[in-house]
């Protein structure tokens, strides 16, 4: 299972900075993020969702859905 960050924030059209200043996470957190450098904590990805209004499952590249 692979985190879409990227693809999803490119989506709703927010750069990494806004995404940055609307989650509470940094910039550099949210770039290791999206390259797979770290897995994110579950408060991390909650913010995320909530920033982006998506569900946290819709941040997961799964064919579970």
Known sequence: MQIR???MRTAK??????????SGIGKS?????E???????LF???MIAIAMN?????LFD????
């Open 5 to 7: 960050l990227w693809e």
């Open 44 to 46: 991390q990805l909650e």
């Open 62 to 65: 799964s064919e579970y859905k």
């Open 35 to 41: 390259n797979g450098k770290v897995s994110p904590t």
């Open 54 to 58: 998506v569900k946290i499952t819709d």
């Open 29 to 33: 957190t949210l770039n290791n993020i």
């Open 13 to 22: 059209g927010f750069t990494l900075m806004q995404l940055a200043k609307k």
